[in-house]
Antibody, heavy 119, light 109 residues
Framework: EVQLVESGGGLVQPGGSLRLSCAVSGFTFSRYWMTWVRQAPGKGLEWVANIKEDGSKTYCVDSVEGRFTISRDNAKNSLYLQMNSLRAEDTAVYYC????????????WGQGTLVTVSS | QSALTQPPSASGSPGQSVTISCTGTSSDVGRYNYVSWYQQHPGKAPKLMIYEVSKRPSGVPDRFSGSKSGNTASLTVSGLQTEDEADYYCSSYAGRTGVFGGGTKLTVL
């Protein structure tokens, strides 16, 4: 069974940092692009960042460019999102998702982890 | 990286059909046949309903169908059922990144 489990969310002050993790099981992690998607409270989904199977390519949305870094450790079956210089508008539930089937299609999602940026 | 445009709400009675539109640009929806649709119930993770414009993942009822014309994609739900009441999001590949629509709340009257 494919499983994705996010962790690392919590309350952080503006300007602070947080590292999210996504532990996966039930599939060969190193064969898939992976993506982070977020959803602010009561709002829609927002694509955040993705990473190639071997970690050699990463892309992110303009609003987090230079502040967020996506990475992965295929040996640990884990995906990460390092978030620095956090702002109130980064408050959201963050989901990790497997890119499959096809481009920008996500058939497997975690349960999400809530990040709250507030003083 | 502008969000795709969806109507904020749609509705229909049980048994009826409803279509939700998703308008992008020539850089995303219009350029690639990689449009997906997601269903999200409150407090739950999104569920993939359609990918590559019109393909259904295993287990998704054939009441759900997708199409695309130019820069606009559409999701049609036929034979509406009460459990179809949810938020629906479209997404598109945009050349390296992805982009989602703002979401449509589907109400089954």
């Amino acid at each position: 069974e494919v499983q994705l489990v996010e962790s690392g969310g919590g309350l952080v002050q503006p300007g602070g940092s947080l590292r999210l993790s996504c532990a996966v099981s039930g599939f060969t992690f190193s064969r898939y692009w992976m993506t982070w998607v977020r959803q602010a409270p009561g709002k829609g989904l927002e694509w955040v960042a993705n990473i190639k199977e071997d970690g050699s390519k990463t892309y992110c949305v303009d609003s987090v460019e230079g502040r967020f870094t996506i990475s992965r450790d295929n040996a640990k079956n884990s995906l990460y999102l390092q978030m620095n210089s956090l702002r109130a508008e980064d408050t959201a539930v963050y989901y990790c998702a497997r890119d499959d089937p096809g481009y920008a299609a996500y058939n497997s999602w975690g349960q999400g982890t809530l990040v709250t940026v507030s003083s | 990286q502008s969000a795709l445009t969806q109507p904020p709400s749609a509705s229909g009675s049980p048994g009826q059909s409803v279509t939700i539109s998703c308008t992008g640009t020539s850089s995303d929806v219009g350029r690639y046949n990689y449009v997906s649709w997601y269903q999200q119930h409150p407090g739950k993770a999104p569920k993939l309903m359609i990918y590559e414009v019109s393909k259904r993942p295993s287990g998704v009822p054939d009441r759900f169908s997708g199409s695309k014309s130019g820069n606009t994609a559409s999701l049609t739900v036929s034979g509406l059922q009460t459990e179809d009441e949810a938020d629906y999001y479209c997404s598109s590949y945009a050349g390296r990144t992805g982009v989602f629509g703002g979401g449509t709340k589907l109400t089954v009257l």
